[in-house]
C-alpha cells in the first residue's frame, strides 16, 4: 500500500515550518505516525565538524551512517536531485503519512500556507492537486480555506481528506 503524502508549499517566511511543527503532535494524537521531508534548494550540511560521521566524509566517503539504539541518520553525496518518489521507495516506511515541506513541483496532493497581505499571488493557483489554504485572514478561494491557529481543524481536515486511520 502507498504511504500518503501531502505537501505544504508557499512563499518562503509564510510560516510552513511553524505550522507542521504545531500539526504533528495533532497527527500524532490522532494515532497518525509521521515522516518528513523538507526540500532546500541549496546545498546544506547536517553533519558537525570532529563528529567521526564528519571525519569519515572528509575522508571521501560517499555516504555515513550513524546509528544508536533510537536512531539512524545518514548522509550522502548524491549526483543529481533525487525525486520525491525516490525518496519515498529508498527511506520511508512504517508511517501513515509523508509530510514534504517545499517540492512545489511534484504533483501530490498539496495545501499552500499564504499570507493575505502578500502582494505576490499564491504560488498554487491553478495547481490541480491544491487541497487548502491555510492563512492569517479570510480569503476567497476555490478550496477550503483554513486558518493559521485552526490546527485541530486542519488535522481532521488532513485525516478526512487523504482517507488516513490512525
Sequence with gaps: MKIPVLSFV???????????????????????????????PHDFDMDHEGKDSYRHKLAGAKLAMVVSPGKVGLVEDIDREIG????????????????T??????????????????PEPPVSLGHGSLLAYVTDAPMDAPVPVLQRDEISKLA???IEKLGLQG
Design 156 to 158: 481532521d481536515f488532513i
Design 101 to 118: 515541506e517545499g517540492f512545489k513541483k511534484e504533483g501530490v496532493p498539496r495545501i499552500e500556507v499564504y499570507n493575505v497581505g502578500n
Design 10 to 40: 508557499g512563499r518562503s517566511g509564510t510560516g510552513k515550518t511553524t505550522l507542521i511543527e504545531r500539526l504533528i503532535p495533532r497527527l500524532r494524537e490522532r494515532g497518525i505516525r509521521v515522516a518528513t521531508i523538507k526540500h532546500h
Design 84 to 99: 520525491l518518489d525516490e525518496l519515498l521507495s529508498r527511506h520511508i516506511h512504517d508511517v501513515d503519512l509523508v509530510i
